[in-house]
């Protein structure tokens, strides 16, 4: 029988797996959307507001400059 040690690695410092924590302020109406869209499609609101935010960005335009 081969003897494998079992190998833990140190856990990542928060932060340091690319994402920010941070807190915004959202209307309950929007809130309340975002929830039905999880809801219908199994998706967390977490990731619904990353994909959301990255479609904007994308589209976003101001005056004279790219987002």
Not at 20 to 36: C, G, L, M, Y
């Amino acid at each position: 029988m081969q003897n494998e040690n079992l190998v833990i690695k140190p856990k990542k410092i928060k932060g340091e797996d690319g994402y920010k924590v941070f807190s915004i302020r959202v209307k309950e109406e929007i809130v309340a959307q975002i929830d039905n869209i999880s809801t219908r499609t199994g998706h967390s609101r977490n990731e619904l507001i990353g994909t959301f935010l990255e479609y904007a960005l994308e589209k976003c335009v101001v005056e004279g400059y790219t987002c």
